[in-house]
């Protein structure tokens, strides 16, 4: 192990830290801890052992979920908020290439759904057991397998072509722009 590969431990501070410390081994890494905010990095097979603790504590909700092309794969960011005392706790859970997935957290958090599937459209992230896979941002002609926010992706190249225009029904007093 070279001192590149040590990581300083984060002393778990506060209410924060309360809360990261609560979800055990399943915490891999914590790279903040302060008094009203926290960021850790969770092992990708216990999101859903993870969400439905978060879920249990008081005054918890998800406030939302991100994701990010890392370069071993997606990594997503569920953001956790705490009223009171107004703290975020954010986990950070890996879906590594080039399988890109996880198990879906909307089972045990309803909120996750739509966040879950817009993922897995955009960033092409699989959620297994998601009760709810369609298309939620892309239209159904886009090609599967062609993630826009991927960064592979060339907005030129990449672009499939636009769908045939549809006649809109005439509206009255709209000449199309003609004047």
Known sequence: MT???RQPETPL??????VIESLGDAV??????????????????RTVE???KMLALAGSRLATATGIEVRDGVEVLYHWAFEPPGAVVTLKALAVRPEVVLESVANVVPAANWIE???HDLLGVGFRNHPDMRRLVLDDSWPEGVHPLRKEF????DRPPLPP???SPDVPGDRGGAE
């Open 165 to 167: 225009n549809q006649t």
């Open 13 to 18: 501070l506060g209410f924060v830290g309360e």
């Open 50 to 52: 993870v969400a439905a």
């Open 28 to 45: 891999e890494a914590v790279e903040q801890c302060e008094a009203r905010r926290g960021i850790a990095r969770i092992r990708p097979d």
């Open 3 to 5: 001192d590149w590969d």
């Open 117 to 119: 599937r817009e993922m």
């Open 154 to 157: 060339d907005q030129v190249l």
